[in-house]
Nanobody, 124 residues
Framework: QVQLVESGGGLVQAGGSLRLSCAGS????????MGWFRQAPGKEREFVAA????????NIADSVKGRFTISRDNAKNTVYLQMNSLKPEDTAVYYC?????????????????WGQGTQVTVSS
């Protein structure tokens, strides 16, 4: 079992930057793909970005490509989401999750062990 805790959210102006962190406990997730998702009011949870355990393959949503970067430090059991050039439409609660090895599907599905989320609000 893996427990995940997100942090780093806040209120920023459009064009600003934030770095979100997701810390894991319970066991190392060096062999887990890690992902970031977000949910805006009135909308379903949306895939943002994911990274394999080795960092060798990433999947980035078109809506954030070129602005957001996902990375991980397996020794620290932490995954990051660097968000630059933020837009008001990025406003959402951001969640991290992991996907154990051996599950089917693309690198945007079958994630689990959701954290509590961290609020990101971007003002215009």
């Amino acid at each position: 079992q893996v427990q995940l805790v997100e942090s780093g959210g806040g209120l920023v102006q459009a064009g600003g930057s934030l770095r979100l962190s997701c810390a894991g406990s319970g066991r190392t997730f060096s062999n887990y793909a890690m992902g970031w998702f977000r949910q805006a009011p009135g909308k379903e949870r949306e895939f943002v970005a994911a990274l394999t355990w080795s960092g060798g393959m990433a999947n980035i949503a078109d809506s954030v490509k070129g602005r957001f970067t996902i990375s991980r430090d397996n020794a620290k059991n932490t995954v990051y989401l660097q968000m630059n050039s933020l837009k008001p439409e990025d406003t959402a609660v951001y969640y991290c999750a992991h996907r154990p090895p051996g599950l089917p599907g693309s690198l945007s599905v079958n994630f689990r062990s959701w954290g509590q989320g961290t609020q990101v609000t971007v003002s215009s």
